[in-house]
């Protein structure tokens, strides 16, 4: 079974690289703005999901203008 808690950290690192291929910044100015340093960044360019906890990557979110929600539903599949 995977992880939720990872699946959820991935959803957010896809809407984040999204938007970060919108922007024309070097990977300097970037991590600047971001607030990370080259390893984290090139961690989260790398899409790695389990280099970020889910506090992270909503503070990444929003220095990207993007309003980070979360929306718990009930599994279809569960009694």
Do not use: Y
């Not at 990872?6 to 024309?24: N, P, S």
């Not at 991590?31 to 390893?39: A, F, K, P, Y």
């Amino acid at each position: 079974m995977s992880d939720p808690a990872i699946a959820v950290r991935k959803q957010a690192l896809t809407a984040i690289l999204a938007r970060i291929a919108q922007l024309d910044l070097k990977n300097t100015d970037l991590g600047e703005l971001l607030g990370l340093t080259r390893t984290r960044l090139d961690r989260l360019l790398d899409g790695d999901a389990r280099a970020f906890n889910l506090d992270a990557l909503v503070r990444i979110a929003a220095r990207l203008d993007l309003d980070a929600r979360i929306q718990l539903l009930r599994n279809p599949g569960s009694k």
